[in-house]
Nanobody, 118 residues
Framework: QVTLVESGGGLAPPGGSLTLSCQAS????????MGWFRQRSGEKRELVAE???????TYAESVKGRFTISRDNDRSTVSLQMDALKTEDTAVYYC????????????WGQGTQVIVSS
């Protein structure tokens, strides 16, 4: 069974830090782009960061310089280091794996809540 399991969400103050982790299983994650999306309450889901198997990370403009994505293909994990958190970062964060081939394939985690508040 294909699964993506997130961990590390929680409450942090503005200016604080959190690290999100995602464990993939049930598929060859090294063949997929992996990343993080987030969805604020009442808003559309948006890309935060993603990285291909060999590197080349990309970031949403709103998080550049504050968030860092990394992956470990041997452990089938992807992480998101979030620093200098802002209240606007409050959202449910979802781990994602995707690739193209006979159309786009997406796998999603269950989501982990991040709340940035004083």
């Amino acid at each position: 069974q294909v699964t993506l399991v997130e961990s590390g969400g929680g409450l942090a103050p503005p200016g604080g830090s959190l690290t999100l982790s995602c464990q993939a299983s049930g598929f060859s994650s090294s063949g997929y782009i992996m990343g993080w999306f987030r969805q604020r309450s009442g808003e559309k889901r948006e890309l935060v960061a993603e990285v291909a198997s060999a590197g080349n990370p990309t970031y949403a403009e709103s998080v550049k310089g504050r968030f860092t994505i990394s992956r470990d293909n041997d452990r089938s994990t992807v992480s998101l280091q979030m620093d200098a958190l802002k209240t606007e970062d409050t959202a449910v964060y979802y781990c994602n794996a995707n690739r193209y081939g006979w159309g786009r394939t997406d796998y999603w985690g269950q989501g982990t809540q991040v709340i940035v508040s004083s």
